[in-house]
């Protein structure tokens, strides 16, 4: 415990205004005792001593040089971590887009593989009016085509044709027949050039090298070698019909049928 010395209160009774007088008296006052508190700081740092109300304030500010520069470092490594951590947060948050002078697009499609197709006329084709038996009259059976939408590696094909017998009436005797043999074919060169790569080669390129029918064995009628991907082709073939000497007159009628493969 601490005692704070006494002090004394003096009043100043006036007496009067008017007459000018005054008296002053003095009274001694007890002292006070005080008591101190423990002070947070007398734990926190000893090497002060121990506080007590009469001590003036402790400076807590560097003394020497050497604090000084101790506590310069200490800021300054502070102001660099924070430095550092800010850098990383923008850096973490929106990085900066990178130089782009190009710009590449994946695209991707299918080719879609077709049908190898054959076509010819639907009939019926006349061929028109032979005149007399023992002789070769014929004509042409019209557009004949092949279409190759495979988009094969190797687009080879082979079309081919065939035919059946040529009857009047009710083909009761041999004189109402001619049989298919008696029928000849000649496909010509390509009436619409081929398209497409690797080579056209036509059944028969010249009448002369016209060929017979027959209702089982297939006569070669164009072909393709080679090439890749789709082709198309087009011919217009002739019939040959070779009558006999004993065929009766009559509308005769059959088939010629092509085949694509």
């Known amino acids: 415990m601490a005692l704070i010395g006494g002090w004394r209160r003096c009043f100043t009774t006036w007496m009067g205004v008017k007459a000018g007088l005054r008296r002053s008296s003095c009274q001694r006052m007890p002292r006070v005792t005080a008591f101190k508190r423990e002070s947070k700081f007398d734990t926190l740092l000893p090497r002060y001593g121990r506080f007590d109300i009469r001590r003036p304030p402790l400076d807590l500010r560097p003394s020497t040089d050497s604090e000084k520069k101790l506590g310069d470092a200490v800021q300054t490594a502070r102001l660099l971590v924070i430095g550092t951590v800010t850098t990383l947060a923008i850096g973490l948050g929106a990085a900066p887009a990178a130089a782009a002078p190009t710009a590449e697009t994946d695209v991707t499609f299918e080719i879609v593989a077709g049908d190898l197709d054959i076509t010819a006329p639907t009939g019926p084709v006349n061929l028109g009016a032979f005149t007399a038996p023992g002789t070769a009259d014929g004509g042409q059976l019209g557009p004949v085509a092949v279409a190759d939408g495979r988009a094969a590696p190797d687009a080879t094909w082979d079309a081919t044709v065939t035919s059946t017998d040529y009857t009047t009436g009710d083909a009761s005797s041999p004189d109402e027949i001619i049989e298919a043999a008696l029928v000849s074919y000649w496909s010509g060169p390509a009436t619409v ?43 217009n073939p002739t019939i040959i019909v070779n009558t006999p000497l004993d065929s009766v007159a009559g509308d005769y009628a059959g088939t010629v049928t092509h085949s694509v493969a």
């Open 193 to 235: 050039a081929g398209a497409g790569t690797g080579t056209f080669d036509d059944g028969q390129t010249a009448a002369g090298n016209a060929a017979a029918l027959n209702t089982v064995t297939e006569l070669p009628a164009f072909a393709h070698d080679g090439g890749t991907g789709n082709n198309s082709v087009t011919w």
